[in-house]
């Protein structure tokens, strides 16, 4: 076992690699590793049909004083919160694997509210679901990629094309949790009452009886505040989202009970090595600090507003979109459908730009997610959504879902590899202003008609991208001094040569521990 405190008394000089523990592995222990991703990655889709299924609906069956909205704007709320204070916290109190486990119990009132939605009940339970999230998202992330740094090793490939793989196949999982959700409350709400209508002739025409007469302020002209009188918009009967609940609620107990018994804890790959920066054993105060000290990183700073866009980004498609275009104009019983589109595309892409990385580069599969997302946000502005045109809601579900696949893998991945020294910091700002994106979202949300919000996505995707553009020119610059203080004898180097390669955020000291047998 590799023990978590540190030997003070060796501790006290240099913290050199001979002093550290070494994690002695075999050739063969890469197939344990792939079985520990898959594992990990079906707990998360598990979880996220549960809470993908019932966010997606919230803005439509709780819609009455915007009580789904801000439920939704809560989570987030608590997760901006809990990213600063408790992921690295928690991941060393618990060790990452039981800090998963914890985690996503805590997701479990917030469906079980569903049974019973008002104030009291659905915002202390999205509070509970938001603390819960950031250490659940931050020891995923840690988890996939320490095991990326150690398969990298043993199959002598680059650690950033496996640690974007790894990141690939956890979000092709992850999405199709969107499939499996939508599936589930579309099945159960179109068999229902509000399955009779729009229906549809042998041609897939819609059928006069629907009501045309609110088209007009669905789309980009939909408010929040000018709907009542829309009979797509009304709540599905209670029996309905009742029986939705109770199988996303069985999800959530699944999801725990499979990391707890099948994921090996991350102790076997060197989570806690003696003398390793990440068991040093240094005061809470220090601990709650790391998320800030990585603030002050001009790199970090720089991901701030594309990473605020990502949550932005999910919370239109999932809130506003299902909402102002799809209930608006088919009813609230297709949501699901049409979300099914952008999980299935999303899941897909997922696996695609997580292999093509290594072949044309994080820059085009980036650039060409700026392109996608720009021109929806376009489309969206212009386009008035009816019911006889039921193609166009999936096509940009799926063009939706391109783009989100572009920013859960590559940022995700620049975040892995930009910061492998400070993993747990840096992955808590990921999902510190991936939530700021989402409260801003969900909070303007019952304030704002549609045109505006995505005036207001546009904007800050163009000054994201731009703040990105200058990471990666500056990633470059960094990347050839480096190259050429490597070049030097180390007896010609000078202290600051040295304290700057000693410095560099991409080293890791697991690259070094990491002993391969070939027994």
Partial sequence: MH???????????????????????????????????????????????????????????????????????????????????????????????????????????????????????????????GMGAAPMWASKATYLTQLGQVYAKLTDQSIEAIIVRFFGFFFLAWQTAELWGNLISSLVLSSGAHGVAPALDENGTVIAHHDYANLDSCGANFCVDQTSDNANLQRPPDSEIFEISAIYLSCIVAAVLIIALFLDPLSRYGERRRGSISATEISGMQLLSATFKQLKKANQQLLILITVFIGMQQAFIGADFTQAYVSCALGIHQIGYVMICFGVVNAICSIV???????????????????????????????????????????????????????????????????????????????????????????????????????????????????????????????????????????????????????????????????????
């Fill in 3 to 129: 023990g978590g405190g540190v030997d003070t008394d060796k501790h006290n000089g240099a913290d050199s690699a001979s002093l550290r523990e070494k994690v002695q592995l075999r050739r063969g222990e890469k197939w344990r590793i792939l079985k520990n991703i898959i594992t990990v990655s079906f707990a998360f889709m598990v979880q996220f049909t549960a809470f993908q299924g019932t966010a997606n609906l919230q803005s439509s069956i709780n819609a009455k004083d915007g009580l789904g909205t801000v439920s939704l704007a809560t989570i987030y709320a608590a997760l901006v919160v809990s990213c600063i204070f408790l992921p690295t916290l928690v991941i060393r109190k618990l060790t990452v694997k039981w800090t998963l486990c914890v985690s996503m119990l805590c997701y479990a009132p917030y469906i079980a509210s569903q049974f019973y939605p008002e104030f009291y009940t659905l915002v202390p339970a999205g509070i509970l679901l």
């Fill in 353 to 519: 730009f997580g292999s093509a990385m290594k072949y044309i580069g994080r820059v085009a599969i980036i650039i060409l997610g700026a392109i996608v997302h720009g021109g929806c946000i376009i489309y969206l502005l212009y386009w008035r959504p009816h019911p006889e045109h039921p193609l166009v809601f999936f096509i940009l579900s799926g063009l939706w879902g391109i783009g989100d696949a572009v920013w859960q893998t590559q940022i995700n991945g620049i975040y892995g590899a930009l910061f492998r020294r400070n993993k747990e910091a840096a992955f808590s700002n990921y999902r510190l202003w991936e939530s700021v994106g989402f409260v801003v979202a969900y909070a303007y949300s019952t304030q704002l008609c549609a045109r505006m919000k995505l005036y207001l996505l546009f904007g800050v995707l163009v000054c994201g991208m731009i703040g990105y553009a200058i990471v990666e020119i500056r990633q470059l610059k960094k990347e050839k001094r480096l190259k050429k203080l490597e070049e030097i004898p180390k007896q010609q180097q000078t202290d600051a040569d040295r304290k700057a390669i000693e410095e560099d955020d991409e080293k890791d000291e697991l690259e070094e521990d990491i002993v391969v047998t070939h027994l």
